[in-house]
């Protein structure tokens, strides 16, 4: 069964300690890995896709990365409008096109 | 512009009550889905249109019923309202089936009493 566990559930943070959030993954054939951001009361705001192990996307403070089994998501001195919850999903090769999403990982940044 | 739209943005509603929420999206795709968060703020697929044409259909009761009257809209009835109801729901549309990122609607919290 495809499935997606992130960790910490929680993290907090102070501004400008960088840190990492991870993403395990089962799934019988990946399409692509996905992180996406989302701030309370809202929808989840895409942040970037992964396609294969060993590729990288950046923007600003954060960047992703991915493995055979995981995902990390770094935050490279974060500021307190960091704080949110951040998904990761995945796409398995099914065609269908569904999103199999972790738990989140809530981030909290202190000023 | 608002990519994804929904509405209504909250729902109060008693149980065995019928009620509708719906989606639109101006991004030009082809693909739109419904998920469920629950309170322990987990996503899940419900269903998934691709211009039209249902595509998953993941063993929700079929007190819901989906319907896509064109490809930029896809409403998401449900009826005889259950406490277990209580959720937020997620609209979003992807440029085609089977891959791509997905861009998510601002949710629709609804409260069964």
């Known amino acids: 069964e495809d499935q997606v566990t992130q960790s910490p559930e929680a993290l907090r943070l102070q501004e400008g300690e960088s840190s990492s959030l991870n993403c395990s993954y089962t799934v019988s054939g990946l399409r692509g890995l996905f992180w996406y951001r989302q701030d309370p009361g809202k929808g989840p705001e895409f942040l970037f896709t992964?396609?294969?192990a060993g590729e990288e996307k950046e923007k600003e403070r954060l960047k992703a990365t991915l493995t055979k089994k995981e995902s990390f998501l770094h935050i490279t001195a974060p500021k307190p409008e960091d704080s949110a919850t951040y998904l990761c999903?995945?796409?398995?090769?099914?065609?269908?096109?569904?999103?199999?999403f972790g738990q989140g990982t809530t981030l909290q940044v202190k000023p | 512009d608002t990519a994804v739209s929904q509405t209504p943005k909250y729902l109060v509603t008693q149980m065995g009550n019928d009620k509708s929420i719906k989606c639109e999206q101006n991004l030009g795709h082809d693909t739109m889905y419904w998920y469920k968060q629950d309170s322990k703020k987990f996503l899940k697929i419900m269903f998934s249109?691709?211009?039209?044409?249902?595509?998953i259909n993941e063993t929700v009761p079929n007190r819901f019923s989906p319907k896509s009257p064109d490809k930029a809209h896809l409403n998401l009835h449900i009826n005889s309202l259950e406490l277990g109801d209580s959720a937020v729901y997620f609209c979003a549309s992807s440029q085609m089936v089977g891959g791509g990122e997905q861009y998510f609607g601002p949710g629709t919290r609804l409260t069964v009493t």
């Open positions: 992964l396609y294969s």
């Open positions: 999903a995945v796409q398995a090769s099914s065609n269908t096109g569904k999103l199999i």
């Open positions: 249109y691709n211009n039209k044409e249902l595509i």
